[in-house]
Every structure is written in structure tokens, then in C-alpha cells.
T-cell receptor, first 113, second 115 residues
Framework: GQQVMQIPQYQHVQEGEDFTTYCNSS?????IQWYKQRPGGHPVFLIQ?????EVKKQKRLTFQFGEAKKNSSLHITATQTTDVGTYFC?????????????FGKGTKLSVKP | DGGITQSPKYLFRKEGQNVTLSCEQN?????MYWYRQDPGQGLRLIYY???????QKGDIAEGYSVSREKKESFPLTVTSAQKNPTAFYLC??????????????FGDGTRLSIL
């Protein structure tokens, strides 16, 4: 079945350093969504990418969807302690309903002040 | 405020007991979902419903049951057949589930433990 692999599983950075998490799918995706879950909280939708090669920015966060629509990345510039949490990607197969949204296992980010 | 309400926040179950987790939304969303989250496992889909009176099994439906009698409500029952029910359960909703292009909104979750 379809799998969405996310790496790294954990990332520890010093405040001010950059951070990147990568998401790779075994099949071509219709779109990909990114979520952030703070410690003790619930996932919160960040963004959705739909087009091949798409790049979107939200302040210090840059999201990218690969040309083949099989991979995606989230890059955070100059991390802050407020960035702490687990970042999940979630991919949808072509022709799939929302029930086929497959979540990666997440990358847990910790930021040392 | 519009949102998704899950209750209770913490739930304890005895061996052989069924328990029901509540999920209510006032976002007027058509689609609702139940996920299970275990440490290091991400989110795994248990059941989802795209419309009232209809629901579909997800990847790990065994030992669980749901109903969707009202648009606002999607309760999840963890039955005694679920041998490893200890987990964090998340309910979510989206405007619709048909095209898969909608963000999902999550509740605060219910943490279920076995006594």
C-alpha cells in the first residue's frame, strides 16, 4: 500500500539554526498537507501544496512540493522556541477521497534556547 | 467559537469493557474522521464518514465501531475486541471528504488507558 515516509524522526537544534523535514511517497500524490502538533496538543493545519514544483512561504517557513509530486519538504529558517513540536506531512493519492490521506510519522523538533 | 469538541479528555477502561468516545463539531462540516496516535507512529485512520448515515473503515478499524446519525456527531466505540486500546484518539473534520483538498480540523483528543 501507499506509504509516506518522513525524515528525520527527531531533530534537535540550537535556537537560530535552520531546520528541514522531508517527506517521500511511494506513489504520485494529488496534493500534500502539512500539520504541526505542539507538545500535548492536537495537529493544526499549516498549508496545502497541489502543483508540481510548488513553493509556498509562511514567514520563516518554506514548503516545497517536488516536480514529480512524490516528495515535499518543510524548511524553517532561524528556529525559535515557539517552533517546538512535531511536524507531519499528509499525502493524498490521485483519485483518493479524504479518507485516503496518509500521514507520515512526523518529525519532532526541539529547540534549545 | 466554532470547533471540534472531544470528551472526555482522559478515559480509563477495564478489561472486557466497551467505551465510547464523543466527538461533536459545530463547523457544519460534512466529513469526520477518527485517528489513533501512538508514540512514534504518527496518525492512523480508524474510520471516516463523508456524510450522515455513511462511514468507511480506515486502516485499523478492527475492534472499533462508529455511527453517524447526525452531521455534528461521530462517536467512536472502542470494543473489548480491541486488544491494545491504550492510545491517544483524535477526531477531525473537514468541509467535505469527496475531493480530498480540504484541511482537517482536529479536536483536543481523548487519552484512553487500560486499568
Amino acid at each position: 500500500g501507499q506509504q509516506v515516509m518522513q525524515i528525520p524522526q527527531y531533530q534537535h537544534v540550537q535556537e537560530g539554526e535552520d531546520f528541514t523535514t522531508y517527506c517521500n511517497s511511494s506513489t504520485t500524490l494529488s496534493n500534500i498537507q502539512w500539520y504541526k502538533q505542539r507538545p500535548g496538543g492536537h495537529p493544526v493545519f499549516l498549508i496545502q501544496l497541489v502543483k508540481s514544483g510548488e513553493v509556498k512561504k509562511q514567514k520563516r517557513l518554506t514548503f516545497q512540493f517536488g516536480e514529480a509530486k512524490k516528495n515535499s519538504s518543510l524548511h524553517i529558517t532561524a528556529t525559535q522556541t515557539t517552533d517546538v513540536g512535531t511536524y507531519f506531512c499528509a499525502g493524498l493519492n490521485y483519485g483518493g477521497s479524504q479518507g485516503n490521506l496518509i500521514f507520515g510519522k512526523g518529525t519532532k523538533l526541539s529547540v534549545k534556547p | 467559537d466554532g470547533g471540534i469538541t472531544q470528551s472526555p479528555k482522559y478515559l480509563f477502561r477495564k478489561e472486557g469493557q466497551n467505551v465510547t468516545l464523543s466527538c461533536e463539531q459545530n463547523l457544519n462540516h460534512d466529513a469526520m474522521y477518527w485517528y489513533r496516535q501512538d508514540p512514534g507512529q504518527g496518525l492512523r485512520l480508524i474510520y471516516y464518514s463523508q456524510i450522515v448515515n455513511d462511514f468507511q473503515k480506515g486502516d485499523i478499524a478492527e475492534g472499533y465501531s462508529v455511527s453517524r446519525e447526525k452531521k455534528e456527531s461521530f462517536p467512536l466505540t472502542v470494543t473489548s475486541a480491541q486488544k491494545n486500546p491504550t492510545a491517544f484518539y483524535l477526531c477531525a473534520s473537514s468541509i467535505n471528504g469527496g475531493q480530498g483538498n480540504q484541511p482537517q480540523h482536529f479536536g483536543d483528543g481523548t487519552r484512553l488507558s487500560i486499568l
